[in-house]
């Protein structure tokens, strides 16, 4: 596709409930970023994948954060017995290189539990 | 402890003056150092960059400039625009894992026309 897509756009969660958040990267791009962004801060790096092994996990917050990308292309990024805490806006990118340099960003999608 | 800061959450500059965005770091491991641009329910788009190698770069009306001794960068948009109206973030990437990206918490930019 032309960008980085991100679905859904919006998630509105009861507190105890799983979620699921997709992302399909630019085709080609061996790389994908996972980043969370709370009100008023900047994007917090959670992991990244090249093709489909996860290379780095070390920013999820806990252990109801897991990330997948089973084929080296889709992502998903399941949050297990969501908390308030985990409201936010979370970023996919994609990159052809394995540097920071050369990110697309997804739209992102805004996760509110309630 | 925030590895990259920007200390002012807002700016506000007259159409065609120049705007300034600063940003500040800690971690001397920092090599690579940009500039994204987001606006509302859009993600950061990126804008420029910079090696720690350099001293300044420059990309039409953006330039970045590195100085490396007080761990310090800017952003000069010359001449700001309204479009440019936006939130900027600062980002370093680590020398050990450069495919990360630290962010700052961002300066909201208005320009007035």
């Known amino acids: 596709g032309a960008g980085v897509s991100q679905s859904p756009r919006y998630k509105v969660a009861k507190r105890g409930q799983d979620v699921a958040l997709r992302c399909d990267p630019i085709s080609g791009h061996v790389s994908l970023f996972w980043y969370q962004q709370a009100l008023g801060q900047g994007p917090e790096f959670l992991t990244y994948?090249?093709?489909?092994?996860?290379?780095?996990k070390s920013g999820l917050p806990s252990d109801r954060f897991f990330a997948e990308r089973p084929e080296g292309s889709v992502s998903t990024l399941k949050i297990q017995r969501t908390q308030q805490e985990d409201s936010a806006v979370y970023l996919c990118?994609?990159?052809?290189?394995?540097?920071?340099?050369?990110?697309?960003f997804g739209s992102g999608t805004r996760l509110t539990v309630v | 402890d925030q590895q990259v800061k920007q200390n002012s959450p807002s700016l506000s500059v007259q159409e065609g003056r120049i705007s300034i965005l600063n940003c500040d770091y800690t971690?001397?491991?920092?090599?690579?150092f940009l500039w994204y641009k987001k606006y509302p329910a859009e993600g950061p788009t990126f804008l420029i960059s910079?090696?720690?190698?350099?001293d300044k770069n420059e990309d039409g009306r953006f330039t970045v400039f590195l100085n490396k001794s007080a761990k310090h960068l800017s952003l000069h948009i010359v001449p700001s625009q309204p479009g440019d109206s936006a939130v900027y973030f600062c980002?370093?990437?680590?020398?050990?894992?450069?495919?990360?990206?630290?962010f700052g918490s961002g300066t909201r930019l208005l320009v007035r026309p």
């Open positions: 971690n001397s491991m920092f090599d690579y």
């Open positions: 990118a994609s990159s052809l290189a394995q540097t920071g340099t050369g990110y697309t």
């Open positions: 910079i090696s720690s190698i350099k």
């Open positions: 994948f090249q093709n489909e092994a996860q290379l780095d």
């Open positions: 980002a370093a990437s680590p020398m050990d894992s450069s495919y990360k990206l630290i």
